[in-house]
Nanobody, 129 residues
Framework: QVQLLESGGGLVQAGGSLRLSCAAS????????MGWFRQAPGKEREFVAA????????YYADSVKGRFTISRDNAKNTVYLQMDSLNPEDTAVYYC??????????????????????WGQGTQVTVSS
């Protein structure tokens, strides 16, 4: 069982940047697709970004494309989310998640919460105007 621990959240002004980290325990992390999701108060959890097992393929929600960058370091068992040009609409709890499924299509990266099998506890990101 892989466990995830997010860090790096906090309070930032609009236009600022934050870098979230998600540290994983377990030997199988490096073979899993990893994703970031977020959930604002009163809203459903929404997809932010996903990355393939080797980092060679990434996928972003339209709302963050060009501002956020997902990456991973399998040697450190860590996945990152660099967030730039933040705006108040980015305020949410950010969750890291892992998908153990092997897909026939190497290019497919899941974007629905139910497609991910394990989750971190989340880290709060607040962007002030």
């Amino acid at each position: 069982q892989v466990q995830l621990l997010e860090s790096g959240g906090g309070l930032v002004q609009a236009g600022g940047s934050l870098r979230l980290s998600c540290a994983a325990s377990g030997r199988t992390f490096s073979s899993h697709i990893m994703g970031w999701f977020r959930q604002a108060p009163g809203k459903e959890r929404e997809f932010v970004a996903a990355i393939s097992w080797n980092g060679g393929n990434t996928y972003y929600a339209d709302s963050v494309k060009g501002r956020f960058t997902i990456s991973r370091d399998n040697a450190k068992n860590t996945v990152y989310l660099q967030m730039d040009s933040l705006n108040p609409e980015d305020t949410a709890v950010y969750y890291c998640a892992g998908d153990i499924t092997y897909y026939d299509s190497r290019d497919y990266l899941p974007s629905m919460p139910y497609e991910y099998e394990y989750w971190g506890q989340g880290t709060q990101v607040t962007v002030s105007s």
